[in-house]
């Protein structure tokens, strides 16, 4: 009988573990994720809605806007 208390007891607190597919939100078409701060192979794009960082890998960064000539 405690076996089966203990097994109820451990199947509800794993019922309420978030997955861990939704750990971030994804941002830049889905190639970014939205987090507090970015990790060191990763570059700040832009906001999230929720006002955290988007950061995307440097191997998907887009390639800067070239300057402008104009004088």
Known sequence: ???L???VVALLVL???PP???EF???WN???ACRT???RQETFMHLCPDASLCCLAYS???PGVPKSTEK
């Open 1 to 3: 009988m405690a076996q």
């Open 5 to 7: 208390i203990l097994l």
């Open 15 to 17: 019922g309420h573990v």
């Open 20 to 22: 861990g597919s939704s």
């Open 25 to 27: 939100k994804r941002c």
């Open 30 to 32: 889905g190639q970014g």
């Open 37 to 39: 701060y970015c990790m």
């Open 60 to 62: 998907q960064k887009p």
